[in-house]
């Protein structure tokens, strides 16, 4: 059984002010924690961040990433821009942006191909909606976003992180249970089985986000198969977003014993 290094990404969409989101990472600075954090802050802060947590082990990500390289495209930010900027992750197919920005399946592949070439690590997000899951399709859902979001992509295994956020979780205060959760996630880690096989799916790690907060961290973190989690409210909150990384520790110090 692989080991994986429990994750905690923090999605802060468009929220700010800058002061407000360095009160949020504050208590990170000068310390080291077993699991990973990663911030994602609106790209006009990425700099600004960077430089706040400069002597923190904390990573910085981007909410998005172009699908094009370069040339005439107004607005857009490239994985080569996002990755001399000091990205290290980029967020890909959140469902936010999907519902809101026509984004989808296709468009999600050019981006995973774009960031593992830039030595970005995707993260990318899939996962039903409430009516999908009503109709019992979440499992062909997710079996559709994996294979063609990664069609013709290769992995290692190391080099990507999949977020599991059901849309009916995601700021709505209703997260999935941890049990839930788990046979979803177990149930993704079987699909990429089948597409890369056992030894790189065993070295995917796999979120959990939708409505997590401080006092569901600990479950949720404690099955098998959820190697992180993708917070986006609750990372605003430096209580709720200390307390979930701290667990997400004692999770990753557990797995050295
Ligand atoms: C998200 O948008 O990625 C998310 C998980 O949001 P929340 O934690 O607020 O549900």
């Known amino acids: 059984m692989h080991t994986r290094r429990p994750i905690i990404?923090?999605?802060?969409?468009?929220?700010?002010g800058l002061d407000l989101l360095c009160t949020s990472v504050a208590s990170f600075i000068g310390k080291h924690h077993e699991a990973e954090i990663v911030v994602c802050p609106p790209y006009i802060y990425i700099r600004e961040m960077?430089?706040?947590?400069?002597?923190?082990?904390?990573?910085?990500?981007?909410?998005?990433?172009?699908?094009?390289?370069?040339?005439?495209?107004?607005?857009?930010?490239?994985?080569?821009?996002?990755?001399?900027?000091?990205?290290?992750?980029?967020?890909?197919?959140?469902?936010?942006?999907?519902?809101?920005?026509?984004?989808?399946?296709?468009?999600?592949?050019i981006k995973v191909a774009r960031a593992l070439a830039n030595k970005l690590t995707?993260?990318?997000?899939?996962?039903?909606?409430?009516?999908?899951?009503?109709?019992?399709?979440?499992?062909?859902?997710?079996?559709r976003?994996?294979?063609?979001?990664?069609?013709?992509?290769?992995?290692?295994?190391?080099?990507?992180?999949i977020a599991y956020e059901p849309v009916w979780a995601i700021g709505t205060g209703n997260a999935a249970s941890p049990e839930i959760a788990q046979e979803v996630h177990q149930f993704i880690r079987q699909?990429?089985?089948?597409?890369?096989?056992?030894?790189?799916?065993?070295?995917?790690?796999l979120l959990y986000g939708g409505s997590v907060n401080k006092n569901n961290a600990k479950d949720l973190l404690s099955q098998q198969d959820i190697d992180g989690l993708l917070?986006?409210?609750?990372?605003?909150?430096?209580?709720?977003?200390?307390?979930?990384?701290?667990?997400?520790?004692?999770?990753a110090e557990a797995q050295l014993v």
């Open 9 to 16: 990404i923090a999605n802060w969409k468009l929220n700010g």
């Open 145 to 161: 976003q994996l294979e063609e979001s990664l069609e013709g992509i290769e992995l290692t295994g190391d080099d990507i992180c």
């Open 231 to 251: 917070v986006g409210g609750a990372s605003l909150d430096p209580d709720h977003f200390l307390a979930i990384c701290q667990q997400a520790t004692i999770q």
């Open 50 to 109: 960077l430089n706040f947590l400069r002597h923190s082990e904390v990573f910085i990500g981007s909410q998005n990433v172009s699908k094009f390289e370069s040339g005439a495209y107004t607005g857009e930010t490239s994985a080569q821009m996002l990755k001399e900027a000091g990205c290290e992750f980029c967020l890909i197919g959140h469902s936010e942006r999907r519902s809101m920005f026509r984004e989808n399946n296709a468009s999600c592949q």
């Open 191 to 205: 699909e990429l089985t089948c597409l890369y096989g056992a030894e790189t799916a065993q070295k995917i790690r």
């Open 122 to 143: 995707p993260v990318l997000c899939i996962g039903e909606n409430e009516e999908q899951r009503d109709n019992q399709v979440t499992k062909d859902v997710l079996t």
